[in-house]
Nanobody, 125 residues
Framework: QVQLVESGGGSVQAGGSLRLSCAASGLMFRLACMGWFRQVPGKEREGVASISSGGTSSYYADSVKGRFTISRDNVKNTLTLQMGSLKSEDTAMYYC??????????????????WGQGAQVTVSS
């Protein structure tokens, strides 16, 4: 059974930083593309950042380019999103997601097959 468990969410003031982590189990992590998505009530879930299975390619939404960095550790089976220069519009539930194979990663990011439960990020202005 695939499990994706997020940690590191919380509240921060605008301009601050937060680090989200995702611990994965039950899948061939080193073969899976990974991504972070976010959702606010009443809006569709949107892709924030994705990374290829080997970590050599990444995708970022225009809204977070230059502020967020996605990375992965294929030994520890973990995914990280370092978020900086946070804005109030970054407030959302953030979800870790996995695509079951490297083929699920394209120039548009990772197409997920599995989801975590989410971690709330709140940025106050």
């Amino acid at each position: 059974q695939v499990q994706l468990v997020e940690s590191g969410g919380g509240s921060v003031q605008a301009g601050g930083s937060l680090r989200l982590s995702c611990a994965a189990s039950g899948l061939m992590f080193r073969l899976a593309c990974m991504g972070w998505f976010r959702q606010v009530p009443g809006k569709e879930r949107e892709g924030v950042a994705s990374i290829s299975s080997g970590g050599t390619s990444s995708y970022y939404a225009d809204s977070v380019k230059g502020r967020f960095t996605i990375s992965r550790d294929n030994v520890k089976n973990t995914l990280t999103l370092q978020m900086g220069s946070l804005k109030s519009e970054d407030t959302a539930m953030y979800y870790c997601a996995a695509g079951y194979s490297s083929a699920r990663f394209t120039s548009a990011g990772c197409t997920p097959d599995y989801w975590g439960q989410g971690a709330q990020v709140t940025v106050s202005s």
